[in-house]
């Protein structure tokens, strides 16, 4: 059963606001065989806080990981793309800088299915994967990726370090959040890093969060969301150093941290901490108009679909990704609405769209059904799908975007 948190996720303070509240929702990678669609479906609330204390933003349900990344977790990193270029770029950029080689050791935390560490392994570099989900690991066993099935935590690490694991550099990506245990997770990294280790870990950033309105992104597997404020708070706290941070694009708006033993934060960790309490982002009142602009994308959303099934329109889901499974149920967007979703992933396929019960077909049938528009369900995504649906737009197929404001393209 889920439990509901009082106590921040990081500085343990009684301190929490919930400033926006989704309802009780399905589980968005909670994906439903045909069989189950006779079955009722778990539904957990989804409240969102900020902690006064430590400014961290965080869900107050936790759902046990077990049902989470079980055996039917669908999420393969190398279906899409733009995720995989990001990986092969991040390890080339790290091979150069921190001169790693065949007597170095990669680790990623969260290795999906090896669509990072297989950049490492192709240049010779020793890698070990650690990941609680079985498809996904066997996935990259097939690649020649070491992998074992675990979820990292502090015991986890004294189990490696045990067995003389060290490594040279940890990779945690979009994981940080997902994990019930912040802490643990945070004090196995400083124990399973070298002395002269640095830590690359990816983020969703919640300025961009807030800012956008990406409402979509909360969900059950996301109980953090971080600032450069909340993230050097969390590590200090077990001794480890926050020393510089990147901008990314990819999921939204996203932050690559690095973190070391030892090291002064550079002026990219000094800056952001400055624009940060510049926007007030260390106040509660900062996140308190988010529920406002939420509702606003919501209506919108639900207007221009209605208009458009009005006029005569069909239209279909693209991308049956788990913001996807928020943005439908939160907006009310069914059968009614959308003819089906389709996806790549071979795993989702021939399955149900949790809570909305839409069906989850592949991309080929769009070429045989025609829609007159697509619903970009992971928007973060949106030039690689529409370039993959490139023949959808050359018959006068029209795409739409739900983030940060829908728009018709």
């Not at 099934?309 to 991308?319: C, H, T």
Request: proline share 7%; glycine share 8%; hydrophobic share 40%.
């Amino acid at each position: 059963m889920s439990r509901t948190e009082t106590l921040c996720r990081s500085c343990g303070a009684d301190t929490l606001d919930v400033f926006l509240s989704l309802g009780d929702l399905p589980l968005s990678d909670g994906f439903l065989t045909t069989e189950q669609l006779g079955e009722p479906e778990r539904r957990y609330p989804l409240d969102v806080a900020f902690c006064n204390r430590c400014t961290l933003v965080q869900i107050l349900e936790t759902v046990p990981p077990e049902e989470l990344f079980g055996a039917d977790y669908p999420y393969f990193s190398s279906v899409s793309d733009t995720v995989v270029r990001n990986a092969e770029e991040n390890v080339a950029a790290r091979i150069e800088e921190l001169g790693l080689g065949p007597g170095s050791l990669a680790v990623e935390l969260a290795s999906n299915d090896g669509y990072l560490l297989q950049f490492y392994a192709r240049r010779g570099i020793p890698v070990l994967g650690i990941d609680p989900a079985p498809a996904p690991v066997a996935a990259a066993r097939e690649k020649g990726i070491d992998t074992r099935c675990a979820f990292f935590g502090l015991e986890y690490a004294r189990l490696l370090v045990a067995e003389g694991v060290r490594a040279d550099v940890i990779h945690a990506n979009n994981v940080l959040a997902h994990v019930a245990d912040t802490n643990g997770f945070v004090a196995g990294i400083a124990l399973l890093l070298k002395p002269e280790g640095t830590a690359v870990i990816e983020v969703p950033y919640v300025r961009e969060l807030i800012e956008h309105g990406e409402f979509d992104t909360i969900y059950h597997e996301h109980l953090c969301y971080f600032s450069v404020t909340a993230l050097q708070a969390l590590f200090r706290r077990h001794g480890l150093e926050l020393v510089r941070v990147e901008p990314l694009p990819i999921h939204g708006g996203s932050l690559r941290i690095f973190v070391r033993h030892r090291g002064e934060p550079d002026d990219s960790v000094t800056r952001h901490l400055a624009e940060e309490r510049a926007r007030g982002m260390h106040e509660l009142a900062y996140y308190r108009q988010f529920a406002r602009k939420v509702q606003d994308i919501r209506d919108s959303l639900a207007r221009l679909l209605a208009d458009l099934k009005a006029s005569g329109a069909r239209i279909a889901g693209y991308g049956a990704a788990a913001k996807g499974t928020i943005l439908l149920n939160c907006v009310g967007i069914g059968p009614e609405t959308l003819d089906f979703v389709a996806d790549r992933n071979p795993f989702k396929q021939g399955r149900w769209i949790p809570g909305v019960r839409l069906p989850i077909v592949p991309p080929e049938r769009i070429r045989e059904s025609k829609p007159d528009y697509l619903l970009i369900l992971p928007w973060n995504f949106r030039d690689e799908i529409m370039a993959q649906q490139s023949e959808h737009a050359r018959r006068g197929g029209r795409f739409i975007v739900p983030i940060p404001t829908p728009t018709v393209i």
